[in-house]
Nanobody
Framework: QVQLVESGGGLVQAGGSLSLSCAASGRTFSDYDMGWFRQAPGKEREFVAAIRWTGGNTYYADSVKGRFTISRDNAKNTVYLQMNSLKPEDTAVYYC?????????????????????WGQGTQVTVSS
């Protein structure tokens, strides 16, 4: 099984930027599609972005489209989330997740049920 460790969270003012990383180990990274999810206090975990194992296809939640960019480097076993123009409502714990390569659609990539492995999460706080 792949193990995932997120980093890069922190406190930033509204309008600022943060870059999250998720390092994978234990299995062949390119065997997995990857996703980013987030969970705010009192809310359910929600989809943010996903990237196919090739890196050639991506999906985004409407709330982050145009502001966030997901990417991956299979040689470094790492997936990234570049977050720009941050808003207070982006405040949450951000999790990366891995699922074995399979049909890559928005419906499947945006569901937590399709991901087999999760990181421990990293806190992102955006102040107004």
């Amino acid at each position: 099984q792949v193990q995932l460790v997120e980093s890069g969270g922190g406190l930033v003012q509204a309008g600022g930027s943060l870059s999250l990383s998720c390092a994978a180990s234990g299995r062949t990274f390119s065997d997995y599609d990857m996703g980013w999810f987030r969970q705010a206090p009192g809310k359910e975990r929600e989809f943010v972005a996903a990237i196919r194992w090739t890196g050639g296809n991506t999906y985004y939640a409407d709330s982050v489209k145009g502001r966030f960019t997901i990417s991956r480097d299979n040689a470094k076993n790492t997936v990234y989330l570049q977050m720009n123009s941050l808003k207070p409502e982006d405040t949450a714990v951000y999790y990366c997740a891995a699922r074995p390569r399979s049909t890559f659609t928005l419906a499947t990539c945006s569901s937590t049920n399709h991901y087999a492995r999760w990181g421990q999460g990293t806190q992102v706080t955006v102040s107004s």
